[in-house]
């Protein structure tokens, strides 16, 4: 069987690397405005041949290198850890205003948290070779609920107290929700401060 990709993973490879080397430009930026660095950590991947094929039979949809990279929009994906709240917010402004890359949706479930806690800025954005990524803009914590919920596996297992671990993931959720609040007004404090 053919990859699902087919002759594009180069090009595929070339546009990851670029939003990757935009990210790091805006970094540096950023760290030099604010003497901070407003980035935990930057991870970028191409989803595998076997996820992509899974995700687009569970979407009935052809498994095709057009469907997987014209009609799916997360064959390439970037996440963004931030320290901050406000970093995830002006690295997605950052973001936004690149020429290279257009912004074609957007979702902010840490306004408006999934019902299960999970707290993400999503972006989908398409470069000018055509090729869709998905850029997750996430908090430290948030990076940590999300891995940490993944690693449970629960709805896979199909257990007998599922509700009750639905409850105390959501639980877990606020409370990394508003450590974030607080994290961030303690730096607003000490930047006031320098200021």
């Known amino acids: 069987m053919e990859d699902i990709y087919g002759n594009h993973h180069d090009r595929m490879q070339a546009t990851l690397d670029q939003l990757v080397s935009r990210v790091k430009m805006l970094r540096e930026e950023m760290s030099r405005e604010t003497e901070f660095d407003p980035i935990e950590h930057i991870l970028a991947r191409t989803k595998s041949d076997q996820s992509m094929r899974e995700k687009l039979r569970r979407r009935g949809l052809p498994e095709t290198t057009e469907s997987a990279l014209f009609v799916m929009h997360d064959a ?3 996440r963004i850890v931030c320290g901050f709240l406000s970093d995830v917010y002006e690295m997605r402004n950052r973001i936004a205003a690149q020429t290279d890359f257009t912004v074609v949706e957007e979702r902010d479930y840490i306004r408006h948290a999934k019902p299960n806690g999970y707290r993400s800025y999503h972006m989908i954005l398409r470069s000018q070779e055509g090729y869709y990524v998905e850029v997750q803009l996430r908090t430290i914590s948030m990076d940590t609920w999300a891995a940490l919920e993944h690693h449970l596996q629960y ?3 199909h257990v007998g107290n599922q509700r009750l671990i639905v409850q105390e993931l959501k639980r877990c959720a606020d409370e990394l ?7 961030q007004t303690i730096r607003d404090m000490i930047l006031n401060e320098r200021d």
Not at 177 to 183: F, R
């Open 76 to 78: 390439l994906g970037v």
């Open 155 to 157: 709805k896979k297992q």
């Open 177 to 183: 929700a508003s450590t974030d609040v607080s994290m």
